[in-house]
């Protein structure tokens, strides 16, 4: 087995991938467990920024997805070349986004937070908080274009690395600046989001040396005016359609993050600790998810359609078992996991309430990450799209409106639509990946490529 193989088998992709996602989970754990100690108000504001900030983030995270895929692709192809020109493009697009859209929340902060229906009490924080990060969103941009990039080679264990320092950056930072510890001022909030921003700075410049040398050849200076056209018409090809789905689940959460302010502040708090809980839940399955498209666009690259067609399946049941786990696990811990965060009792009440509804949304979850993410590295982006815009739109979105506000069902109505949502669009990704049409594509290649292999084989 080559090294390159070696390195996209599942378990090689998803063990640093699991493991980076842990550590920015605990990251954002340690970000509302410290902000609590501020306040509830303030742990609502860090919650339904952060919803805002990933809204945005769609902008070059679907460039970021669409162009993983291919450099994927073109590295199980052994088109090496074109794997490093997507990535220096794909890097040089999301710096500009990123730079406009630090700009605009920096310099809209006051009017975006009062779009978002807060209390007026929660506006003061809003403002600072999202002047802070929000102002720093490009660092974001390219730390997760680079992410991106470096995980698409097979190379998941740098990015883990890069979260375990930025994580003990964040933390030391946080108690630094929130409470005015080791010298440094009493900052608040205002400390909590400056923390944010500088680990995200040390990650992004870790992250682009590794980058400059993730290809056979290292990154130049001129290689900043590279461009392709019709490699970068493939990229948005795959990206726009990405685009639409993750912008229809961001806003999704977004718009349901403001019928839960509607609701309350105490409302909104327990979503925001309901979050982080549940992220507990399914982030080894998503790190599977993750793992199986980039191994599946390896495959499938390669022309080995069959194995990319079972691997899915394999990885799905592995995903089910550990994310039912998971969620029993919390539903028997959660009442002790969250006096932890607050000693609210009506937050506490709430929030266990959710956890039996979080043990059937959970399941549903995983089968669609793992099978949508599979469609995604063949391509087929395009149907994800169309199901995620329709069943976000009218049934995440609108049911979660109708059962939680119109209906007063509350947090329960809004919890009961996410899952109606999340099982139907599994369902319809599951029929979609059975039918083959888009691995069928692959599978004239095939020949192509063993010819490859073959004089490859006789120049060694």
């Not at 403002?127 to 992410?147: D, K, N, P, Q």
């Not at 969620?327 to 965060?341: N, Q, W």
């Not at 993410?373 to 069943?391: E, K, Y």
């Amino acid at each position: 087995m080559s090294d390159t193989a070696r390195k996209m088998t599942l378990w090689a992709l998803a063990w640093p991938i699991f493991i980076e996602m842990f550590l920015h989970l605990l990251l954002g754990t340690a970000d509302t467990l410290m902000v609590s100690r501020i306040s509830d108000d303030a742990v609502a504001v860090v919650g339904i920024a952060t919803q805002m900030f990933n809204a945005a983030n769609i902008l070059f995270a679907a460039v970021a997805a669409g162009a993983g895929v291919l450099i994927s692709q073109r590295i199980g192809a052994r088109q090496g070349e074109d794997a490093r020109l997507i990535g220096i493009m794909t890097v040089k697009a999301s710096l500009v986004i990123g730079i406009a859209l630090s700009l605009a929340l920096y310099f809209g902060a006051s009017e975006l937070a009062q779009l978002l229906q807060l209390e007026g009490g929660l506006l003061p924080l809003a403002e600072i908080y999202i002047s802070i990060v929000g102002g720093g969103m490009v660092l974001t941009a390219l730390m997760s274009t680079l992410s991106t990039v470096i995980r698409s080679t097979g190379d998941t264990q740098t990015p883990m690395y890069v979260a375990i320092s930025m994580n003990v950056v964040h933390i030391a930072l946080n108690y630094a600046l929130i409470g005015g510890e080791l010298g440094f001022p009493e900052m608040g909030l205002a400390g909590a989001a400056v923390s944010t921003v500088a680990s995200r700075l040390l990650a992004v410049v870790v992250l682009y040396f590794v980058w400059s040398r993730a290809f056979e050849r290292r990154l130049e200076l001129r290689d900043w005016l590279s461009s392709d056209r019709s490699l970068m018409k493939e990229v948005l090809r795959l990206g726009w359609p990405l685009g639409l789905n993750m912008s229809s689940w961001f806003l999704s959460q977004l718009m349901i993050y403001t019928f839960v302010a509607m609701l309350g502040a105490k409302e909104l708090a327990a979503r925001t600790y309901m979050n982080t809980l549940e992220s507990f839940c399914f982030m080894l399955g998503f790190s599977i998810a993750l793992a199986v498209q980039i191994q599946i666009a390896y495959l499938f690259g390669a022309g080995r359609t069959e194995e990319a067609y079972r691997s899915t399946f394999r990885a799905s049941g592995i995903g089910l078992v550990i994310v039912g786990l998971n969620a029993l696990l919390l539903y028997a811990l959660g009442e002790p996991i969250l006096s932890i965060f607050t000693t609210d009792s009506d937050i506490v009440t709430m929030c266990l309430s959710l956890l039996m509804l979080n043990l059937i949304l959970q399941p549903g979850k995983m089968v669609n990450m793992a099978f949508g993410n599979s469609l995604v590295a063949v391509g087929d982006t395009r149907f994800t799209m169309i199901i995620s815009v329709l069943s976000m739109g009218f049934i995440a979105t609108g049911l979660s409106y109708v059962l939680g506000i119109q209906w007063g069902w509350g947090l329960t109505g809004i919890y009961v639509a996410m899952i109606a949502d999340e099982y139907l669009r599994g369902v319809l990704v599951v029929i979609r990946w059975s039918g083959r049409k888009m691995l069928t594509r692959g599978a004239v290649r095939e020949p192509e490529l063993e010819r490859g292999k073959a004089a490859l084989q006789v120049g060694e």
